[in-house]
């Protein structure tokens, strides 16, 4: 057989070796998921040449198993970077992959529909359909059939935002575009919000100066009266306010705005109001942590990564609008090749992607295995995780700073030593992961319950790991 003539078999292997090889990557899954709380170390110690180098093995000119290649990427994987899918990592959102969000994403791969339009993929948009609309419920938002969608992440749902109230707003903006609109647009957030925000007025074409970062209050909150000022001043510049953000859960230090406070201000400025709630939205899970997220459900738009404290595989966002029609007016558009819509749902003129993977599945399985108590009892695990840190810090002679009743614990050595410092150390120990970050001006570390498998012994281990670094000469 010369080279390649056996891509058939590659491609779409008969039923024995298509068995052998998924019960090998099933094997592969299982022991990675079951090692999630194994004590070796969570920072991969591969240097980039010898990354590169086992990359190399893969020229491509001759085919190779598939179970060997498996073995040695998902080996690879596991020697490199940090273990963000660690129960130890204490990290950036990032989580422990739920077992049936893991199982979704492979179903979904296999069936592989395209979920441009509803008529191609019906089932599969009535169920990313169906699971939004509970989401929407816990959030007490309004659940309107195609009003909701699947994004890669916060980002593409951010952007998404601020495209619809682009359009909503200002009549010129769809056809004739910013050149078209007699003021300029502002965007309001807070200075702690993510600021993917830049990126975002960037590529909109508004400009990176039509950001504003507000001024945070002493809890590092979105400031009310400066929000009030610098809508002020814009308007008496002749600018126009066109979208406030309220940050729910900020990145540093998983802090609230006042969400209520913004809709007031924002509406009597006639700007649109969206509620970046990535991380934080999850709390909409539990009847105990919800209230923390008051106002939300009066919101135009809202962003919840199922990526996060969902723990949903990675690329799994979700963007919640008020009115469907408003998506509808920002993503319009007709062409000959794609089929009629029919029933007015075709998440390709509703939003941002055209080809469209189905990604709601993980979120949908990870609900219906845990049910609504399990999920609630997740996300409350991970807060008391986070209550009992900030409890086991101060005995420890750590200073907390951050006020959230989320479990993000932000955090300072009242002697002094240097954050930065403290980090680099843990982490090059290996045994957990944290990261330094500075919170209202202040340099500090943080830590977060990313993982639903954190227990208190953990926290112990944390704990260690930070005194050993505190003690280590030259902190
Ligand atoms: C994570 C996050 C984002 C960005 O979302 P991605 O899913 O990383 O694209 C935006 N805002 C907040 C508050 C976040 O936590």
Not at 299 to 318: C, E, R, Y
Not at 432 to 438: G, K, L, M, Y
Request: contains cysteine; proline residues 5%; charged residues 20%.
């Amino acid at each position: 057989m010369t080279s390649g003539e056996d891509w058939r078999y590659a491609i779409a292997p008969p039923q024995d070796e298509r068995d052998r090889l998924l019960s090998h990557a099933a094997g592969l899954v299982s022991r990675r998921l079951g090692s999630l709380t194994d004590s070796g170390p969570l920072n991969g110690r591969l240097d980039r040449e010898t990354i590169r180098d086992r990359l190399s093995a893969f020229d491509f000119d001759e085919p190779v198993d598939l179970a060997e290649a498996a073995t040695e990427l998902a080996a690879l994987l596991g020697e490199s970077g940090v273990q963000s899918a660690h129960a130890r990592c204490f990290g950036l959102f990032n989580p422990t992959p739920a077992f049936p969000g893991v199982v979704a994403d492979m179903l979904a791969a296999a069936w592989n529909p395209q979920l441009a339009v509803w008529s191609h993929a019906s089932g599969a948009v009535e169920a990313e359909h169906h699971v939004l609309a509970y989401v929407a419920r816990r959030l007490e938002f309004p659940d309107e059939a195609g009003a909701s969608h699947f994004t890669t992440g916060g980002s593409e749902a951010n952007a998404t935002a601020l495209n619809v109230a682009l359009t909503r707003l200002f009549p010129g903006f769809a056809d004739q575009g910013l050149a078209a609109l007699p003021r300029r647009p502002r965007v309001y957030a807070s200075a702690e919000s993510h600021l993917a925000w830049l990126k975002i007025v960037h590529q909109a074409g508004l400009g990176r100066e039509a950001l504003r970062l507000v001024e945070v209050d002493g809890e590092g909150r979105l400031d009310l009266g400066a929000l009030d000022r610098a809508l002020a001043q814009d308007i008496a510049h002749g600018h126009a306010p066109a979208m406030v953000i309220a940050t729910a859960g900020t990145t540093n230090a998983g802090v609230l705005d006042p969400i209520e406070g913004v809709l007031a201000a924002a509406r009597s400025a006639g700007a649109h109001v969206h509620v970046d709630a990535a991380w934080a939205g999850a709390a909409a899970f539990s009847d105990r942590l919800r209230p923390c997220l008051k106002g939300i459900s009066q919101a135009d738009s809202i962003t919840v990564d199922a990526h996060k404290w969902l723990s949903a595989p990675m690329g799994a966002g979700m963007f919640f609008c008020r009115r469907k029609a408003w998506l509808a007016a920002a993503f319009r558009v007709s062409t000959d090749y794609m089929p009629q819509n029919a029933v007015g749902l075709d998440p390709y003129v509703l939003s941002q992607q055209w080809s469209r993977r189905l990604v709601g599945l993980r979120l949908l399985l990870i609900l219906t295995s845990l049910g609504r108590a399990g999920v609630a009892r997740q996300i409350e695990h991970q807060a008391a995780m986070g209550a009992l840190l900030k409890t086991k810090l101060a005995s420890a002679g750590w200073r907390v700073i951050n006020d959230s009743p989320l479990p993000v614990v932000c955090y300072v050595d009242p002697q002094g030593a240097d954050p930065s410092r403290i980090a680099q150390r843990v982490v090059d120990r290996g045994r957990v992961w944290i990261s330094p970050t500075r919170t209202q001006g202040v340099a500090c570390l943080r830590s977060c319950i990313t993982s639903f498998l954190v227990e208190p012994a953990d926290l112990d281990l944390l704990i260690a790991e930070l005194g050993a670094a505190r003690q280590a000469p030259g902190s």
